[in-house]
Structures are given as C-alpha cells and as structure tokens.
C-alpha cells in the first residue's frame, strides 16, 4: 500500500489488524487484500472486507483535531443503523505517542457493512 502518509496508513493497519486478530486476519492480509479509498496527509480509509477503517492524523492540519473528531464520531453514532445497508459504527480510538502519551495524535474508527 502507497500512501502519501505512511505512518498513519502503517499505524492504521497494525490497528485493524489487532482488531480483527481474534478472526485469524494479520496485518500483511490487510496489505495484500485491503484498499485505501482515501488518500490524503491528513486521513486515510482503508476498505477491508466489509469493514472501514478512518483514521485522522491531528498534527497535519489543524482543520482535522480532537474537538472536531470527536464531534464527527457523535455523528456517527448517531446516524449508524438509519440505513439498513449503510456503514453501522462499530468502535473508536485514539493513538498516543510513548513519548507523549497524553497528546493523542490519530483518532481512528471502524464501521462495517451489513
């Protein structure tokens, strides 16, 4: 996978991968058979299955950051299950540096297809 952000595209994919573990599906899966649908410094899709991975790095604009992640996700959760055969939120996230660990740098979430 080429992505213009390499680390959020690479911590997106170990993260789904955790994710996804208990179902035998392994990072290098996620490479071969997955797709990124969206492909900006700033944010990736990544297409896997019947499962979306969004993942929103905070330190590349600040248009994308927690306040306005975090309101994005109320949306979600409010609008999952209108549409029977709609995206349905599954769970969210964020990612801290170790050095960091109180700075949450990548707010991430996981839908599925029905």
Given at each position: ?114
């Amino acid at each position: 996978m080429n992505a213009r952000n390499a680390n959020l595209t690479s911590a997106s994919v170990d993260l789904l991968a955790k994710i996804l573990s208990e179902q035998g599906i392994s990072a290098s899966e996620i490479v071969e058979n997955g797709r990124i649908e969206v492909d900006e410094p700033e944010k990736v899709r990544l297409h896997f299955g019947n499962r979306y991975f969004y993942a929103f790095d905070f330190r590349v604009s600040s248009e994308v950051n927690k306040c306005a992640f975090e309101e994005l996700i109320g949306t979600i959760k409010t609008i999952s299950g209108v549409n029977p055969s709609g995206e349905q939120y599954e769970m969210h996230g964020y990612i801290a540096d170790a050095e960091t660990p109180d700075e949450d740098y990548i707010g991430w979430y996981l839908t599925r297809l029905p």
